[in-house]
């Protein structure tokens, strides 16, 4: 079946700082892929998304690409601040209807 | 126009009980879905409705039930509660007609907290 791996956090880091969030999944066909962020005491929020291999996805300064050769949708955002502390998860979606397969999340704390 | 709303937003039960989760989606999603979010397992999930119809269902026991609407607002229940159904249980709406043939974005409302005690 699907499946999303993304890396575990906490991952602290200093205002303006370069935050990268590994992710890697397995799937069968195309699907598609999404980052989702949880700022705390809130709902989950789409932040980008990318559809098709090699399209990339953007939001906010962050951005992902989609890599099929690799497996990978990896968010990079190049200077962070406080406001980004949150939880990021990565995930895949089927063809089509709402079924999503997240990965574990990776909780980020920028510190001023 | 009104996010996703879900009610009750905290609530206590005990072994052995059943609860009913309500959620309103966003004025025209006709989509919805459940999730169960939990520290050990992370997001997993339910049950997706559209127009009052189950399209799709995760790998979760027959004790998680939903149901769908005219309007397309959704309950889930969960029957005889266990201590491991303690979670937060969000609830996401979708406009099908989005996004085409792939998944669209999905609108999650602030979920319900279930303790069971």
């Known amino acids: 079946g699907n499946s999303v791996t993304q890396m575990e956090g906490p991952v602290t880091l200093s205002e303006e700082a370069f935050l990268t969030i590994n992710c890697t999944y397995t799937?069968?066909?195309?699907?598609?892929l999404f980052w989702y962020v949880q700022y705390p005491g809130e709902g989950l929020q789409l932040l980008l998304k990318a559809t098709k291999a090699d399209d990339k996805g953007s939001n906010k300064g962050f951005e992902a690409t989609y890599r099929k050769e690799t497996t990978s949708f990896h968010l990079e955002k190049g200077s962070v601040q406080v406001s980004d502390s949150a939880v990021y998860f990565c995930?895949?979606?089927?063809?089509?209807?709402?079924?999503?397969?997240f990965g574990g999340g990776t909780r980020v704390l920028v510190k001023p | 126009k009104a996010g996703v709303t879900q009610t009750p937003r905290y609530l206590i039960k005990t072994r052995g009980q059943q609860v009913t989760l309500s959620c309103s989606p966003i004025s025209g999603h006709r989509s919805v879905s459940w999730y169960q979010q939990t520290p050990g397992q992370g997001l997993q999930f339910l049950f997706e409705y559209f127009s009052e119809t189950q399209r799709n269902k995760g790998n979760f026991p027959g004790r998680f039930s939903g149901r769908q609407f005219s309007n397309s607002r959704s309950e889930m229940n969960v029957s005889t509660l266990e201590l491991g159904d303690s979670a937060l249980y969000l609830c996401a709406s979708r406009d099908p007609l989005a996004g085409g043939l792939t998944t669209g974005e999905l609108f999650f409302g602030e979920g319900s907290r279930l303790t069971v005690l």
């Open positions: 995930a895949l979606g089927e063809a089509a209807g709402n079924k999503l397969t």
């Open positions: 799937a069968t066909g195309y699907p598609s």
